[in-house]
């Protein structure tokens, strides 16, 4: 698939004016955008609307989780918003992704529930600190699994562990945030890879924010990132 059709750019942004100048200065190279916390809470389901108006494709990285009735509630009050993607924490358990699934096909039958597996925020140390001992990669095994027989429609896992969560979850869609340039900072991300390693290992999705929004010309950096991801989708 078109590298186009498998980007999606953050707008951590505290409002939505910079948020929409980035996107019309990106124009048509990028067709996907993520709202996250940051811009939802500020902007409301507006932002959704507005980025739909503009013809764009929406991830709404709301990582809801909470007990089953509230987190259905909570899709079906954003689904309406039309967005494309919805992320639910994993770590809700089964009955909650199955019942964001049952309130998505209700209210929007194209919306997408994606299950965030373990924060690529998250080294082991971290994770330890959470009282999971398991390796990133298992955990990540575990709860991907598990989402799966809860019939969610894909899950977010960081670069390092795309490639072995394939079988588990392939056909269904692997969202894959952490994305750095191999000479980038790496921020607050821990398990990152570049953008080439990420589509060799069969990302279906990447997120990318900071290496684009904060860049000194966002347009160059989206598309740098555009054809690394066509020529490693070829290579
Ligand atoms: O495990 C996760 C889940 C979501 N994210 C989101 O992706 C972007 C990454 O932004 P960068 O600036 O490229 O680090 C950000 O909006 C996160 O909320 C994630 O990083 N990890």
């Given at each position: ?38 811009l ?73 529930i ?10 082991q ?8 001992y ?6 990540v095994?575990r709860?991907?699994t ?44 821990s ?25 000194s010309?966002?347009?160059q ?15």
């Amino acid at each position: 698939m078109a590298a186009r059709e498998r980007l999606i750019v953050a707008l951590d942004y505290p409002e939505r004016t910079p948020a929409l100048a980035l996107v019309d200065s990106l124009g048509h190279d990028v067709l996907w955008y993520k709202v996250g916390l940051e811009l939802y809470l500020a902007e409301g389901g507006r932002i959704v609307e507005e980025l739909r108006g503009k013809g764009k494709h929406v991830f709404l990285d709301l990582k809801l989780h909470d007990i089953p009735n509230t987190v259905a509630g909570a899709v079906r009050s954003v689904a309406r918003l039309g967005p494309d993607l919805l992320t639910i924490h994993a770590m809700g358990g089964p009955a909650m992704v199955q019942a964001a699934v049952s309130a998505a096909a209700e209210t929007s039958p194209g919306l997408k529930i994606i299950a965030v597996t373990v924060l690529t925020s998250m080294n082991q140390q971290q994770l330890r600190a959470t009282g999971s001992y398991l390796p990133p990669e298992r955990r990540v095994r575990r709860l991907a699994t598990m989402a799966m027989l809860a019939n969610a429609h894909g899950i977010v896992c960081s670069p390092q562990e795309v490639a072995a969560m394939r079988e588990i979850v392939f056909p269904k869609i692997t969202v894959v945030p952490g994305i750095r340039p191999a000479d980038a900072a790496a921020d607050d991300q821990s398990r990152t890879a570049t953008a080439r390693q990420a589509t060799i290992d069969g990302a279906s999705m990447l997120v990318v924010g900071r290496p684009i929004t904060r860049a000194s010309d966002p347009l160059q950096a989206a598309r740098a990132l555009l054809l690394e991801m066509d020529t490693a989708f070829r290579s």
